[in-house]
């Protein structure tokens, strides 16, 4: 079975490093200023010859309270004045755009991110929705995967509805953690009742697919509240589950600050933490996809894992990596063709820059031909848990062996340490590795000995 997991403390305790979490090869770490608008059209441009399928995604900042936990992109502000604004320029940009692709164009995934996407008021969504309507291909037909963020404080069952009316069929839900001192610890008071009164509306309204994102290692969790929470969680029944590690980095995400950091649990509560989640949702039915999330058996994204087809790309795992991926608002990444680019992190910025009708892009990267050959390795090891030297040789044309062999001693450490199995064919990652996976890649980042490691969060 492709979801077996075995828990190795040690071999964790050796491998568990700090490093990227391989949305993008190269990771956003290397993205420089010298990339541009110029780059982004010329993009556009091959994107609209090749009619390639899209990957909408729309970055919302807005959140009326903060999470003290929270490294997202995000203005604080209670004042839904802030949005309109903000909205006149995106829908500056979604024009800007739009017509440099072709309009046959199929956006076959669309996806709001934030901050609170919700934090917009009903007619603020319907505006944005038209705008997304009137200069996209979107899917008329509930064919495509079409998903929000979901704060269930700012959602009630109107806000569901209108929604579904929208075009939405996904939902992705913040929930974190059920026990009220976590709660207070972190700044974000949830009640189970709410939670689940979103989860209902959902259901009701035929979301096809409702995610529920959980994060281990907040101050005041202890693994016998937090398994509290995962057996709340399951007998919710969520069609996938992220369940991710709390990176405590204040020097680098302010409101981390408020975080008493005595009061976060130690590394071996950390472990005993995740490996119950694992066996309770392993119990429950739950397949591990890999990098912290979980799925239902007949979830698109462990149908694809069994089929092959996997892939990850800045909205992490996905069935649409083949898209050309169009960010749209502050911070939104564009991934098209082998061009990666960024807009702007600073909100004042981004809005002035559009208001002069120029694009906010103001970073990126692009992807040289070693790149391309690694990014290629690093997806299959992380989407599917084995590579075939075969395929690679192939497709770019070299000896794997040969252009890879300064790693082979520490492939070959790996192997004898029981991560991987190795041979002159393939790499298989073995259950004991599974977990371990984003360690296996690092070994094929050309990037990361260059790399401040305090970056990065650990592996486990």
């Known amino acids: 079975m492709l979801d077996a997991i075995r828990w190795d403390t040690d071999l964790i305790r050796r491998y568990d490093l700090s ?8 990771t956003a770490v290397q993205f420089t200023s010298q990339v541009g608008t110029f780059d982004l059209f010329h993009a556009l441009r091959d994107s609209r010859k090749a009619l390639r399928p899209l990957s909408v995604y729309v970055h919302v900042p807005f959140c009326a309270n903060i999470c003290y936990y929270c490294a997202c992109n995000k203005v604080i502000t209670k004042d839904r004045g802030r949005a309109l604004p903000y909205l006149q320029r995106l829908e500056q940009e979604i024009q800007l755009i739009a ?29 944005l929705m038209a705008q997304l309507r009137k200069h996209f291909n979107l899917l008329d037909d509930d064919s495509g995967d079409y998903g929000i963020e979901i ?17 939405f069929n996904r939902v992705s839900i913040g929930l974190q953690d059920l026990d009220p001192a976590v709660q207070r610890a972190v700044n974000r008071l949830q009640s189970l009742e709410e939670t689940r009164a979103v989860i209902d509306a959902a259901r009701t309204l035929q979301f ?3 995610n529920i994102d959980l994060i281990y290692g907040l101050p005041r969790q202890t693994p016998e509240n937090f398994a509290r929470t995962v057996d709340e969680v399951i007998a919710l029944q969520p069609d996938r589950l992220s369940v991710f590690n709390y990176a405590h980095l204040p020097e ?19 472990l005993e933490m995740l490996q119950g989640t694992i066996e309770q949702l392993t119990k429950a039915g739950y397949r591990y996809i890999g990098m912290d999330h979980f799925a239902l058996p007949d979830d698109e994204l462990a149908i694809a894992q069994e089929e092959s087809t996997l892939q990850r790309n800045f909205q992490g795992y996905t069935t649409h990596g083949h898209c ?40 990126g990267l ?45 492939l070959q450490e790996m192997a004898q340490d029981g991560l991987i199995e190795l041979d002159s064919e393939r790499i ?33």
């Not at 704060?151 to 579904?164: F, I, K, N, Q, V």
């Not at 259950?431 to 690092?442: H, I, K, N, T």
């Open 208 to 210: 096809r697919s409702i």
């Open 252 to 270: 680098r995400f302010m409101p981390q600050r408020r975080i008493n950091s005595n009061e976060l649990p130690t590394p071996a509560q950390k």
């Open 324 to 363: 050309d991926l169009i960010g749209l608002g502050v911070s939104a990444i564009s991934q098209i063709g082998d061009l990666y680019c960024q807009n702007t992190s600073d909100l004042n910025l981004y809005q002035n820059t559009l208001a002069s009708a120029q694009l906010a892009t103001n970073r």
């Open 366 to 410: 692009l992807c040289n031909a070693d790149d391309r050959l690694r990014r290629a390795v690093i997806q299959q090891l992380i989407c599917h848990f084995s590579l075939e030297f075969a395929g690679i040789e192939q497709a770019f044309n070299i000896d794997f062996r040969g252009y890879f062999s300064e790693l082979w001693p520490q």
């Open 428 to 460: 298989t990652v073995l259950p004991a590795g599974r977990l371990l996976v984003r360690s296996v890649c690092m070994v094929f980042d050309a990037y990361l000995e260059q790399q401040n490691r305090q970056r990065f969060s650990r592996v486990i």
């Open 151 to 167: 704060d269930p404080r700012e959602a009630d069952w109107s806000t569901m509805g209108l929604l579904r009316e929208l075009g």
């Open 19 to 26: 490093g990227p979490r391989y949305t993008s090869y190269p």
């Open 99 to 127: 017509c440099h692709l072709d309009p046959t164009q199929k956006v076959e995934q669309l996806h709001f991110g934030g901050g609170t996407p919700t934090f917009l008021s009903h007619d603020e969504l319907r505006q």
